[in-house]
Each structure stands twice: as structure tokens, then as C-alpha cells.
């Protein structure tokens, strides 16, 4: 199965690199989303930040975390697929890379959409439990 099966009508929540933390918080609880994809005119990867940036950034800094802004939070590191991609390798390297979120480009690097390691063990188990009911099928056709 690729990635184009996950992303059906789904759509990235994205976020300005100038947007404020509040902003962030609120847009990330809005969208019920552990991360936005940070993209100026919404095509352009720019950055992703997601929960765990948040909790990063507070040792040290609870009293002036509401003055950043989301540049000043946000990965700009970001691994990307494509529709092509199989789910096998997307777990693969959510695994290797201890990533939980992946944005998803079309061939000229273009955000389509974003992929979490919930989108991908959901399908993964759809898939076991087809392949365990096939096999019971067969066994009992046998």
C-alpha cells in the first residue's frame, strides 16, 4: 500500500513562520493535530513544529515562551515522501529517524498533504488483520 491511500482528503494543517506561540497552541488544539506544517504560501516547506518543539523550548524559558514565535520553534529539517511512498518504508523511516510526523510533496516539492505514525500503524493493522482473516479463510476453505 503507498501513502497515497492515507492521504485521501486529507489535508495539512499549516502555520506562518511569524505566527505567535498562542497562535501555535491554539491552532494545533483547533485541528486536534500534534503538528503544523510552517509554509508561508502554503505550497513552500519552510518548517514543521509540532507538541514536542513546545515542551523542548519551556525549561528556561516559561516566561518568555508566549515572545517567540513559530521560526523560532520549528524544525527546519523536514523529511518528506511522496504518494509513491509504501507505508512499509514510511514506517520505516518514521522509525529510524524517531519522527512521528511527515509531510507528503508532490514531484516538484509542493506540500500535498501530512502523515502521522497514527495514519500508519492504523493502516498497518487494517492490513495484518486482512492478511490473518485471508489466511483463516483459506484454512477453513481448505
Not at 503507498?2 to 485541528?31: F, H, M, R, Y
Not at 508561508?40 to 518548517?47: A, P, R
Not at 510533496?105 to 487494517?126: M, R, W
Amino acid at each position: 500500500m503507498q501513502v497515497a491511500s492515507l492521504i485521501i482528503g486529507k489535508v495539512a494543517a499549516t502555520i506562518g513562520p511569524s505566527a505567535s506561540i498562542e497562535e501555535l497552541v491554539n491552532k494545533l488544539k483547533d485541528n486536534n493535530v500534534g503538528a503544523l506544517v510552517v509554509t508561508t504560501d502554503g505550497h513552500t516547506i519552510e518548517g514543521i513544529v509540532s507538541e514536542r518543539d513546545i515542551v523542548r523550548a519551556m525549561p528556561g524559558q516559561t516566561d518568555s515562551l508566549f515572545s517567540l514565535k513559530v521560526r523560532d520553534l520549528m524544525s527546519t529539517r523536514v523529511f518528506t515522501c511522496s504518494t509513491e511512498t509504501s507505508v512499509a518504508e514510511l514506517m520505516h523511516s518514521m522509525t529510524e529517524k524517531r519522527i512521528r510526523h511527515i509531510p507528503v510533496v508532490d514531484a516538484l516539492g509542493n506540500l500535498l498533504s501530512i502523515v502521522s505514525i497514527g495514519d500508519v500503524v492504523k493502516i498497518y493493522l487494517e492490513e495484518l488483520i486482512n492478511d490473518r482473516n485471508a489466511l483463516q479463510g483459506y484454512i477453513v476453505a481448505g
